[in-house]
Each structure stands twice: as C-alpha cells, then as structure tokens.
C-alpha cells in the first residue's frame, strides 16, 4: 500500500471515523466473501458513499466494523478536502503499527 499524500489525516478514534463516514453520508461495508480471496482479511472492509457504491458490498452495523478494524489493528487514513476545496471521499486502511507517530 503507497503512502498517502501529506494532507492526510491518520486515526484510529472510532468516533472520529464513524463523524467522517456519517458526514458524507456513508455506511459501513465489508466485501461480500470471494471465493478468490482467501481468508478473511483487512482488505474487506469498505465505506459505501452514496453514488459510489460497489456491487460487491454488504452494509454492516458500525459494531462489527469497528470489531474488524480492531480485530486487524488497523488505522484508518482519511483527507477532509481535495486541493480543490470539494469534500474529499478519500480514505484508505492502513496497518496501525506501520506509522505510529502519525497517528491523531
């Protein structure tokens, strides 16, 4: 996984997350299982933003969202404005132990 531009904000606060989704009205996800990926891992996780959505996800209540990230000790990387001031839907799930000092 690349690292993210400066601008990006790293947390691992669960209210902080779910105000981020919640303001660009997402819900949690997680990938529905393939039969192609394995063992369930981190990379299932997913925000499914309303006119973004993917096929492939299936809403998840915020408690077992949060259980998964905790579970995988994941961090999750978010921007609040692209350079162009629009709200930004960027975010990414990153291993929480990789940056520590990064994180808010």
Request: glycine share 6%; proline share 4%.
């Amino acid at each position: 996984m690349g690292k993210p531009a400066k601008s990006s904000i790293t947390t691992t606060d669960h209210k902080l997350i779910k105000e981020w989704i919640k303001a660009r009205n997402g819900k949690p996800t997680a990938l529905r299982r393939n039969s192609n990926l394995g063992t369930e891992g981190h990379n299932l996780l997913r925000i499914n933003f309303p006119g973004r959505s993917e096929d492939s996800l299936d809403e998840i209540s915020w408690d077992a969202f949060f259980e998964k990230f905790e579970k995988y000790e994941l961090a999750f990387q978010y921007r609040n404005e692209e350079k162009s001031g629009e709200t930004s839907f960027f975010y990414q799930f990153a291993d929480r132990n990789e940056n520590p000092d990064d994180e808010q």
